[in-house]
């Protein structure tokens, strides 16, 4: 997919109560100049949030899910990956803290995750993994859940 199809680099899905972590992690994605749709506040004021979501999601390379105990069993999380899924899109978790691998809700546990207590590092990281997929324009899945 080239770029005049990608709006975003990166479409983040994570809950809001981890908000003050994503921000950190979302500061270290751009600084490293990846387009990434954090929220509200990249949408046009006065548009339709849900249309401008999944505008979002479908302009996206990849899905980055910032997996906490917050957000394991979050209806919104599901609708997200399917939706990726659908989309063909790269598919990323991010485990936060010490959260349990066996808590990686059904649908994720295909895709590569990792583990990263640091906003920051994790923003560096995801940031080349993005820089790979930009530049190899390649949309690839993993066959069984695996830290990387």
């Given at each position: 997919m080239s770029d005049e199809n990608n709006k975003y680099d990166v479409f983040l899905s994570y809950s809001m109560k981890d908000r003050?972590?994503?921000?950190?992690?979302?500061?270290?994605?751009?600084?490293?100049?990846?387009?990434?749709c954090f929220g509200m506040e990249d949408f046009e004021p006065g548009s339709r949030w849900d249309d401008e979501l999944?505008?979002?999601?479908?302009?996206?390379?990849a899905?980055?899910?910032?997996?906490?105990?917050?957000n394991t069993d979050n209806l919104w999380t599901c609708f997200e990956v399917g939706a990726a899924?659908?989309?063909?899109?790269?598919?990323?978790?991010?485990?936060?803290?010490?959260?349990?691998?066996?808590?990686?809700?059904?649908?994720?546990?295909?895709?590569?995750?990792?583990?990263?207590?640091?906003?920051?590092?994790a923003g560096?990281?995801?940031a080349e993994m993005v820089a790979d997929v930009r530049s190899t324009e390649r949309l690839t899945s993993v066959p069984a859940a695996r830290e990387v």
């Open positions: 003050d972590w994503v921000g950190s992690f979302v500061d270290a994605l751009r600084a490293d100049g990846i387009r990434t999944q505008d979002a999601l479908r302009t996206s390379r899905l980055i899910v910032i997996l906490s105990p917050n899924v659908a989309g063909q899109k790269r598919i990323i978790s991010v485990l936060t803290g010490n959260l349990d691998a066996h808590l990686i809700p059904p649908l994720l546990r295909p895709y590569p995750f990792f583990r990263e207590s640091s906003a920051v590092a560096r990281r995801v």
